[in-house]
């Protein structure tokens, strides 16, 4: 990946003085930041954090084969390690995390990829996967692994690629206004999409506005004449997209505005939607080329990031509508998206515990609504975390739209879901049908439910990531047995 020669001229950094002696031109295999995963060869960055400090690791990453470290250098009590280790390349750095992102930047050049990123406050891994499984069959892909869309994730996420990789699909994710900015600085991408604007992370950014602000960040990354790639029916990116993108100091770049709506400059549209046993059937056309997908999946918001990672597929070359349909044919959705899993006697577990705020809420109840037939409904509900001051409303909102579904019955856990079981029952719910647990009373709840629920239900389980509802799929699979 590196020579050691190499690694202190990319980071300007001074090796510590016995370093000298050392071979300059031998090569740092990977990068690591967890000594417990590092493999010989490899370059170890120690990282601080609020509940972690890697400096405290330093020597089980020695002892584990590291080539270097990178290390603070205001830790002024590891000024003694190339004495100590005098086989390792010893860097000190003003900032570790900035020197993770330094040549992270330096080894996406070397390999030059094309890039793709992807953000937006919802469906941005599921429009990640999508566009990856949609070019895999035409180009060699890496993509963004797990949650790893961050300051730190991105730059591991790009030290995994291998040489040979000729797309690079990154998600990026943000929990404070300049993230996807620096991630978009780090990355440069040749195409950005921007999946939507919905209330997630407002306890840190305090508005829809500030968030959209922050999603739009990603602009200022984009290479000079590369496309952004958008959803023209979002309230908030339809205005301040065009805007963002006419103002004197943008780069120069192409917009390609996505519509299922209708909205008029829209250059990709989504149309003829229509429900399937599978999932839905849509037509998506791009100037005069029009072509039918199907998509095995549930939630209408699932033909929304088809269309968008549709309209960044086509932008590389040899791609058409005929291949993307193709591809999208057969894409399986993430593992806690709308999973669906089919019971014994035609019952039905759907899996959407993965996280949760108002909109992806919304999504997962229109889903579910439109499906349950005459099944049985039961919603298992946790708590949406991180939505600040609006938390308590968006809750009661919640609650009305439960009534208006008007399920079978409503299992909450936590505390904040107290406002919505309130709404519910106000809003014309019977109060027989709902019940609610604390935050961690999984097995008191799965006991609740085997005793109460019928033998073929349609059972939602959806939540924030701090309420862990995944807990009960797996023994409510069990219990209901899967087909």
Known sequence: MFTLNELAGQLAARPLPFCQRLDPETQVTGVSIDSRRLRPGELFVALAGARFDGHDFIDQAVSRGATAVVFAAQK???????????????????????ALGSLARAWIKRVGPRVIAVTGSNGKSTTKEMLAHILAPHFRVHKTAGNYNNRIGLPLTLFAMPEDCEVVVLEM??????????????????????????????????????????????????KNGGSLVYDADDPWLGRMVPALAAEPSAACFKLLPVSWYGATEAVVRVSEIWLT???????????????????????????????????????????????????LKHFKNLSGRLQCYPLAGGGLLVHDAYNANPASLEAALTAVAERGGRRYLALVLGDMKELGPE???????????????????????????EGMAVSARNAGLPGDRIRQFPAGAQV????????????????????????????????????????
Request: glycine share 8%; aromatic share 6%.
């Open 76 to 98: 002024r009590s590891f000024s003694d390690l190339s004495q100590r280790y005098p086989g390792v390349f010893w860097l000190p750095v003003a900032d570790p995390l900035a």
């Open 173 to 222: 994710g943000m929990s404070e206004p300049g993230e996807i900015a620096d991630l978009a600085a780090l990355a440069t991408p040749e195409i950005a999409i921007l999946t939507g604007v919905a209330a997630a992370h407002l306890q840190g950014l305090g508005s829809l506005a500030a968030v959209a602000q922050a999603k739009c960040e990603i602009m200022t990354g984009l």
């Open 277 to 327: 046993p599978e999932g839905f059937s849509f037509v998506l056309s791009q100037d005069s080329l029009r072509e039918t997908v199907g998509l095995s999946l549930w939630g209408r918001h699932n033909v929304k990031n088809a269309a968008l990672a549709a309209a960044a597929a086509l932008l590389l070359p040899g791609m058409t509508p005929a291949l993307v349909a193709e591809s």
């Open 391 to 417: 938390s308590a409303e968006l809750h009661r909102q919640m609650g009305r739209r439960l009534a208006e579904i008007r399920p079978d019955l409503v299992v909450l856990l936590g505390e904040e879901v």
């Open 444 to 483: 008191e709840a799965f006991n609740f439910l085997r005793r109460r629920l019928p033998k073929a239900p349609l059972i939602l389980v959806k939540g924030s990531r701090a309420l862990a509802l995944e807990k009960l799929v797996e023994p409510m699979l069990d219990f209901f047995e899967t087909v």
